[in-house]
């Protein structure tokens, strides 16, 4: 009876975090574009309910930033609601990489 809670919360976790990221960025993962609290946009590699360098906080994640050179809260967000400007920075500026 614990195992199956368990799975049924750690599933819908998963879920409330992809819906969180569809409505943000409308992207179900992969490479979003996100913003620092510093206001500095670049791209990242998101997938929901894994974290391989970064600490998961609900809608956020705490990550360093490689634009400002700091740690700092991200969140996801739209491209579309960037300007031109924003856009062309976001897709200039990654993260690490995973491998």
Known sequence: ???RRAV??????VLVEI?????RAGRLGGKVVVRCRSGHVYTTIWIPGVSMKSLRLGFWRFQ?????????????????DLSER???????????RLA
């Open 19 to 23: 819906s969180g990221l569809w409505l």
């Open 64 to 80: 360093r930033c490689p634009v400002g050179a700091h740690w700092s809260i991200v969140t996801p967000v739209r491209e579309s």
């Open 8 to 13: 049924v919360l750690g599933v819908a976790s």
């Open 1 to 3: 009876m614990r195992r």
């Open 86 to 96: 924003e856009q062309r920075l976001a897709r200039g500026q990654k993260d690490i």
